[in-house]
Structure formats: C-alpha cells, structure tokens
C-alpha cells in the first residue's frame, strides 16, 4: 500500500467508523448514529412540546430520553435493551431515587449514555417559592454527582435538566440558563405514565413519531410497560429506518465529552 493510498483511506474510514461501529453479538443493531454536542450558548431550551425550538435533528433522527428513574425493577430492563441495539440515550435522574439506588445511576453512564438531572423529589417547581425551587433542583444535581462521581457539587458535569411535568417558569428558566444548563423539553412522548399494555404503548409511540418525523422522544424508565415494549421499539424504529443520535454535553469549544 503506498503512503498517499494509506492516508486516503483512513479520511474515508474515519467518519463511517465513528459512525457505524459494530454492535457485539447484534449485526442487524439498530445503533446509534452520532453524537451530537449540546450547549446552552446555541440551544438554551429545546423541544417544541415546550419550547418554539428543538435540537437541530435530520429527517427520521431521534433522541431517545428516560425520565424519573433509577428504578431497581425496570431500569435494568430497559439498559439492557439498550445495550443489546447499541443505542445511546440519555437518563434525567429524580435525585431522590438515585440516593436509594446509587449503583444503577453508575451503570447507566458506565455503559455510555448522557446523564442529566430532573430534581431531587419531583415536584412541580413552577409552583414553589424561587429560592425553594432552586434549593430543589440543586439539591437534586449534587445527589446525582456524588453517585456518579463522588462529588457533592451543584455545577453538574453534564448540565441538562428536565422539570418534572415540564413544569418551568421564565424566572427559573433564566436561572438555568445563567448556570449554562439546557433544559429539555421534549417533541414526543408516550404517554407513558397512563395505564395501557406495552403493545397500545408501542402502536401509540410509533404512531406519534411518524406523525412529526424526527425529534425528542420521552419515555420513563420506571414504568413497566415502557421496560417491556422497548425491544420491540427499538427493532420498528430500525425496520423503518429511523437514526438514533445521543446528545452530549457540548464542553469546551463545542467538543462531545
Ligand atoms: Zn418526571
């Protein structure tokens, strides 16, 4: 191989590498396809259920999100789901569950995924106090370091929240944004938190992102019916060939990690 061949080939391999790396045990995996770096600068708030802007997604791209976990019985179910489709998602922790279940926050980010904050009980922040509101979402923040990093700090590594029941106001909204936290809405969600079989979850799911063709999706990695649909999802969204993109924190000069 001559020398100008050999650095030819690696600029054509490089992107198709980072891009298509192979799934152990899974060749058909539904994978996931890129990073993509978030940052308050660019996209303070995203999620059109919420907000008039979402993340800069192509046609059939989805962001997979687990909201209000860990939790011991369904959690797991839904990692290993995950890891056997290779796809990356990203988990907005309830503090409060995290203290009880430390070890299932870890693995979640031992196996790659994004780990945000979603406060420390869940409760509905636009109706508190300002500085009881912030004492939650902080205190919620610290609990998720310190079981992820040993750390009891409030400036998060990873600085995406949720409110729980998108409940936000423009004061708190301006605080997050200050700190250089995105808060994420969503374009999508299950409905998850009704009662319904994990097949009506699916068809409903399905149904919705086909409707809006790329964006947010939510989902609650507590809920039973969501840990037992997702293989099936997983598989509908390879089989009609949607993309799965993992957002990361967008770190110094726009870098993932
Ligand atoms: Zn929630």
Redesign the pocket.
Known sequence: MTRSFAIAALVVIAPLAARAAPCPGNPDALGTERLLAVGANSTPRVGRKEFPVTLPLGKKELVLTF??GPWPTTTPKVLDALKHECVLATF?L?GRNVAAHPALARRELAEGHSVGH?SFS?PLLNRMAPAKAEAEIDRGIAQDEFALYGRRRNDPTTPFF?F??FASNGMLLDWLQERHIVVFGADVWASDWLPMTPAQELQLILSRIERIGSGIVLL?DIKAQTAAMLPAFLRELKRRGYRIVHVVPAGNGGNPH
Do not use: A, L, N
């Open positions: 909201d209000d907005f309830v979603h869940h949720r729980p029941g609650h």
